[in-house]
């Protein structure tokens, strides 16, 4: 059987690495929205779907903080070791992007207002703010799915910025499926400024036009460097898949708990999903 990593990459690409590579580039990334879109994964829609008995639970919430703040944490912290942004015009158009995270009014950031989001519904935290630091210190508090991603995250934002472009591509995505999902249960999850803000400037949006903009006048002066930002693109979207995963995990084991104390009577083993 022959992996995704040793397929070359004119052949996964088909029409990408021609003459023309570059220009096509943008949606080559953007192609990742067909095969990984966050929203099509059942975590939010089993979510969305729980009784509010066992959505309301400060454990569960507190559960979906830490995976979910651990993810963004992670990709935070490495857009600060992006490569090849170096020149003065390339450092401002990054310094925006880091502004929009860890720069807002009055020492505010991203990480603060999505903590502050889920502490407003109940949540029970299990990090504080500030225990969010060196991936290798939240070791052991996460599960391998997650793990991945963050280790990976670090690694690969710092070698390409493939990571960074698919990422920003995908996130206003599963920020949206959050926000929906979460404010079934608790209707004004979605006006929390992390989602409120983010939704009504278009953030993410500009975030994901930005990242591929500068990536592009890179790669125009480092053609070479193409072949590795579409691999390590496609590793980071794969690796995202599996924290979904995980978190989907934690919301059926959360129904299985609430049905074995017998608080949930469903005849099935958790809320149905409708695919
Ligand atoms: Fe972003």
């Not at 942004?85 to 991203?110: F, N, V």
């Not at 999505?114 to 225990?131: C, H, M, Q, V, Y």
């Not at 710092?158 to 979460?182: F, N, Q």
């Amino acid at each position: 059987m022959t992996s995704r990593s040793s397929v070359p990459s004119k052949d996964r690409y088909p029409g990408a690495l021609g003459s023309d590579t570059i220009d096509v580039f943008p949606s080559a990334i953007r192609g990742f929205l067909k095969e990984h879109r966050p929203s099509r994964m059942p975590f939010f829609r089993r979510l969305a779907k729980l009784p509010f008995s066992v959505a309301s639970d400060p454990t569960l919430l507190g559960q979906i903080h830490l995976i979910y703040q651990s993810a963004m944490h992670a990709t935070r912290a490495a857009v600060y070791y992006l490569p090849h942004l170096d020149s003065p015009a390339l450092r401002k158009r990054k310094l925006r992007i880091l502004i929009d995270d860890d720069g807002l009014p009055e020492g505010d950031t991203h990480h603060y207002q999505l903590t502050r989001a889920f502490l407003n519904i109940g949540a029970k935290s299990i990090l504080a703010d500030e225990e969010f630091g060196d991936p290798e210190e939240l070791c052991g508090h996460l599960d391998a799915e997650t793990l991945r991603f963050v280790r990976l995250t670090r690694e690969l934002y710092g070698r390409s910025l493939g990571p960074w472009c698919a990422i920003e591509v995908l996130s206003v995505d599963w920020m949206r499926a959050l926000a929906e999902a979460i404010s079934v249960h608790f209707p004004e999850f979605t006006n929390e400024p992390y989602f409120r803000e983010c939704f009504s400037q278009r953030v993410e949006e500009r975030h994901a036009d930005e990242s591929l903009a500068v990536t592009q006048i890179v790669l125009k002066g480092r053609p070479d460097l193409l072949s590795e930002t579409l691999r390590d693109a496609r590793m980071m979207v794969e690796a995202l898949d599996g924290v979904w995963a995980h978190l989907d995990r934690i919301v059926r084991n959360a129904c299985r708990r609430a049905r074995n104390n017998g608080a949930l009577r469903y005849p099935e083993k958790s809320p149905p999903i409708n695919r």
